[in-house]
C-alpha cells in the first residue's frame, strides 16, 4: 500500500493482532459465565472487528457466545441536521438482550454520539444486566458525550481535528491502523 | 449507492432505480424494527407531520400516521369533511394556515391530480403526495414493489406483473406501471378496454383484455379495486358481468397451475375483483402489503426528513 507522508501507521497488523487476542483475554478473564455475555458488533464498521474477537474468543475457549450487529442510524441526534444522508445497515440480533451482559465493539471511539445512539437502539431488544464498550481505538479529549471504553486497543490523543483514524481490513481477520490528514486523502 | 436528492415525494415519475433501492434497504431495516418489541424510534422527534386527507382514507391514513408515529414526529391530522374546506377555503389558504403553526412535512390526498405538486410550487414544507386523483400513488407502488421485491428474494428484474382492473381511474397503476418499468419487471395492463387508457403501450407495458392469457402470462396478479365511486358513465354493463369477466376466483387460478402471486392494492370488493377465497389464500400477500406499507412509509419519511430522497 503506497501512503504518503500524511499518513502515520498507528497499529501495524502484527501488533493489531495482538490486540485481538488481548481482547479475548480479557473478556474470559471478567466474564467467568459465557452464558451471560453477548457480544454485539457496531454498524458498519464495528462489525468486523467483532468478528475477530469472537474468533479469538472461540480458539481459546471453545465456547460459542451469543453475537449480533447493531445499526444506530434510527437512534442518531443529527437526522436532517448535519446534511448528510444515512442509510441504515442492518441490525441482527436473535436473542433477548434481557438480563444478558453486553459488550458493544467498534472500531474508533471519538465524539461517543454513536455509542450513545446504539445503547439506545440496543434497549428495544430489552434490558441488558450490564454494557461495556469496546474499542480498537480510543481518540481522547474530543468526547461530546459522558462515555468511557472499558476495553482499548490503543488511545491516541485527537487534539488535532484535522487528523482521521483508518482502520484497513486486511486478510486473514488481519488489520492496520494508520492516522490521516483529511485534506490529503 | 448514487445520491439523488429530491426534497417531496409527489410521483414515482422522474425517480430512478437507485433511489428505489436506497428506499428498499431502508425499509427492510424498518421492517426488522417492526418486528422487535419496542416498535418505536426517536429519529424524527423534532419534525412535525400535517396528514391533510381531502378525500377519504383509512388505510393509507392509518399506515402514515403509524408510520410517523413509530418514528417519534408529532402528527397533527386533518379530513376536509370537517374543516374550514367545506366553507369555501382555497387549497393554499388551508395549507399555509396550517403550516404557519410550524409544520415540516405535509402528507397529502386531494381528489385533483397534480394537487400536490401545485403545493409544493407555492409552499415551503415537503410534501408527499398519498394520491392525487387518478394522477399518482406513489407510497403504494412502492410498497406493492416492496413486497413483489421480498416476495422474490431481493429482485423483480424480469418478473411479469399483471394489474388486473380499471386502469383508466386508478393512481394505483399508474405509479405501479412507473415503480416496476424502473426495477426491470415487465408489466400487461389487462380489463375492459374501456377502462384501459388510449396509448398505455406508451408506458412500457403489453395490454390484454382477456384476463386467461393475461394470467397465463404473469407471475404475479395485482388486482384493482373496482372504483365505483369513480363509474360516472357505464364503462361496463354490470359488475356481475366484470367479476364474471375479470374477477380472480379460485377456478380461475386453480386452473392456471402455477404459483401466481396475488395482490390487492384494498380496499377489496369481495367477491368483485377477487374472491374471498382467493383473497385470503396462501398465494395471497395482501396482508403482508399493508404491513410492508408501514415500513416503507417510514423509510420514505426517514429519508426525506434528511432533506433528501
Sequence with gaps: MNHNSDTKELLSASRASLIFKRFALELVENYVDLKELAIIGLQPRGVALAEVVMKELKAITSHDVLFGTLDNTFYRDDIGRSGEIHIPKPSKIDFSTEGKRIVLIDDVLYTGRSVRSAIDGLMRFGRPQSIELMVLVDRVFQREVPIKPDYIGVSIDSRNTEHYVRVNWLDDNKAEVWLKDKEND | ?309
Design chain 2, 1 to 309: 449507492m448514487t445520491e439523488v436528492k429530491q426534497k417531496h415525494l409527489l410521483g414515482i415519475k422522474g425517480m430512478n432505480a437507485n433511489q428505489l433501492e436506497t428506499i428498499f434497504q431502508t425499509a427492510d431495516n424498518f421492517l426488522e424494527l417492526l418486528q422487535s418489541p419496542v416498535k418505536k424510534t426517536p429519529a424524527l422527534r423534532d419534525v412535525t407531520i400535517a396528514n391533510l386527507f381531502f378525500e377519504n382514507s383509512t388505510r393509507t391514513r392509518v399506515s402514515f400516521e403509524l408510520a410517523e408515529k413509530r418514528l417519534g414526529a408529532d402528527v397533527v391530522n386533518f379530513s376536509s369533511s370537517s374543516s374550514s374546506v367545506k366553507k369555501g377555503e382555497t387549497l393554499i389558504d388551508t395549507v399555509n394556515n396550517i403550516l404557519s403553526m410550524k409544520v415540516d412535512m405535509v402528507v397529502m390526498r386531494h381528489p385533483a391530480p397534480g394537487a400536490c405538486r401545485f403545493l409544493s410550487k407555492h409552499i415551503d414544507a415537503q410534501i408527499i403526495n398519498a394520491g392525487d386523483g387518478t394522477h399518482e400513488h406513489p407510497t403504494q407502488a412502492l410498497l406493492d414493489a416492496f413486497s413483489m421485491r421480498n416476495h422474490f428474494g431481493g429482485s423483480i428484474e424480469g418478473k411479469k406483473v399483471v394489474i388486473v382492473g380499471d386502469i383508466k381511474h386508478s393512481r394505483v397503476a399508474i405509479s405501479n406501471i412507473h415503480a416496476l418499468r424502473l426495477l426491470g419487471a415487465e408489466v400487461m395492463v389487462c380489463g375492459p378496454s374501456t377502462l384501459i387508457p388510449k396509448n398505455i403501450e406508451s408506458l412500457g407495458v403489453k395490454v390484454n383484455t382477456r384476463i386467461e392469457e393475461a394470467l397465463e402470462w404473469a407471475d404475479v396478479a395485482n388486482m384493482l379495486r373496482i372504483q365505483l365511486e369513480r363509474q360516472d358513465a357505464r364503462f361496463f354493463p354490470s359488475l356481475r358481468e366484470y367479476t364474471r369477466l375479470y374477477g380472480l376466483d379460485k377456478n380461475r387460478l386453480d386452473a392456471l397451475n402455477k404459483d401466481l402471486l396475488v395482490m390487492h392494492p384494498g380496499p377489496i370488493n369481495r367477491g368483485v375483483e377477487i374472491s374471498s377465497d382467493v383473497a385470503d389464500s396462501g398465494q395471497s400477500i395482501i396482508l403482508q402489503q399493508v404491513e410492508n406499507g408501514v415500513a416503507v412509509r417510514m423509510a420514505v419519511l426517514f429519508l426525506l426528513a434528511q432533506g433528501n430522497l
